[in-house]
């Protein structure tokens, strides 16, 4: 079974803190993702990786940034982290074009 | 940039009966998939269905994909109270997935 895991379900962090969300795939996808869900919003696009080392802004970049340097870890990264970006944040992977795995999710609120 | 609407944005039935839930997209679609997600947890993935198909089945569920009127159906058939939880189609190009702010379905005990 594919897995894909999230370093903390929940964190609690202070306006201008550096966040760092962290995700490891174990099915050796070449695509990772980063989503952050929010109510009446649904599911946006943050980032996503298509290979080691690259990456492509999605829908909603502004605030964050994301490292990919092994092909099995993508790192979601809040270089000051703000009260708007309180949020549940989904990390996933896939194949190119096939079935996006996730996984549970980390529940960030930022006082 | 939301490519996939789902319709209702919520439903509440009875244990025992069908869901239906429809998902309209605008732009053409290598394949079109339905993922669930339980309260505060991450997405499932349930099926997907690919552009030059029409129907398909997975244990209770039933996905058709209608690409002339750009929508999809996934029904629910004989609905347990662990189907709670929200729907959410996803579209898909060559790269990423544009998801749906999907449908709320409570199935009453």
């Known amino acids: 079974d594919v897995k894909v895991t999230q370093s903390s379900r929940y964190l609690v962090k202070r306006t201008g803190e550096k966040v760092f969300l962290e995700c490891v795939q174990d099915m050796d996808h070449e695509n990772m993702f980063w989503y952050r869900q929010d109510p009446g919003l649904g599911l946006r696009l943050i980032y996503f990786?298509?290979?080691?080392?690259?990456?492509e802004k999605g829908d909603i970049p502004e605030g964050y940034s994301v490292s990919r340097e092994k092909k099995e870890r993508f790192s979601l990264i809040l270089e000051s982290a703000s009260t708007n970006q309180t949020s549940m944040y989904l990390c996933a992977s896939n194949e190119l074009g096939e079935t996006q795995y996730f996984g549970p999710g980390t529940r960030l609120l930022v006082l | 940039s939301q490519q996939g609407e789902e319709d209702p944005q919520a439903l509440s039935i009875q244990e025992g009966e069908n869901a239906t839930m429809n998902c309209s997209y605008k732009t053409s679609i290598n394949n079109l998939q339905w993922y669930r997600q339980n309260s505060g947890r991450g997405l499932v993935h349930l099926i997907l269905?690919?552009?030059?198909?029409r129907e398909k089945h997975s244990g209770r569920l039933r996905v058709t994909l209608d690409t002339s009127k750009k929508s999809s159906s996934l029904l629910i058939t004989a609905s347990r109270a662990a189907d709670t939880a929200s729907y959410f189609c996803a579209t898909g190009g060559s790269e990423k997935l544009v998801f749906g702010k999907g449908t709320k379905l409570t199935v009453n005990p």
């Open positions: 990786s298509y290979d080691v080392k690259m990456k």
């Open positions: 269905i690919r552009s030059n198909e």
